[in-house]
């Protein structure tokens, strides 16, 4: 059973730079697609971004287009979402899963195994 664990949130200023990482399990093959998606606080959850296992295929939400990268390295079964240039509409608990099925990326409903989340807080 695929599973994935999402790590490196924290507190940052305007403008500043975090990475989160999303470690996968249950495979014995990079043939998994990572997804991420965010809940802000009073709001529904949003897709953000994912990439398939090969990492050739990305997609990110309008919403973070530009200023987040996705990538992979699969000798370490890990998933990075680079964010720079964080503004405060961008905190949120961001979450990632591990799935196979191209169709749901972006769909926060998708995926049906989400990680416990890390807490991302933009403020000045």
């Known amino acids: 059973q695929l599973q994935a664990v999402e790590s490196g949130g924290g507190s940052v200023q305007p403008g500043g730079s975090l990475r989160l990482s999303c470690v996968a399990s249950?495979?014995?093959?990079?043939?998994?697609?990572i997804y991420w998606s965010r809940q802000a606080p009073g709001r529904e959850r949003e897709g953000v971004s994912c990439i398939s296992g090969s990492g050739r295929d990305i997609r990110y939400a309008n919403s973070v287009k530009g200023r987040f990268t996705i990538s992979r390295d699969n000798a370490k079964n890990t998933v990075y979402l680079q964010m720079d240039n964080l503004q405060p509409e961008d905190t949120a608990v961001y979450y990632c899963?591990?799935?196979?099925?191209?169709?749901?990326?972006?769909?926060?409903?998708?995926?049906?195994?989400w990680g416990k989340g890390t807490l991302v807080t933009v403020s000045s």
């Open positions: 249950g495979s014995t093959k990079n043939d998994y697609i």
């Open positions: 899963a591990a799935g196979r099925s191209w169709g749901v990326c972006l769909k926060p409903d998708g995926p049906n195994n």
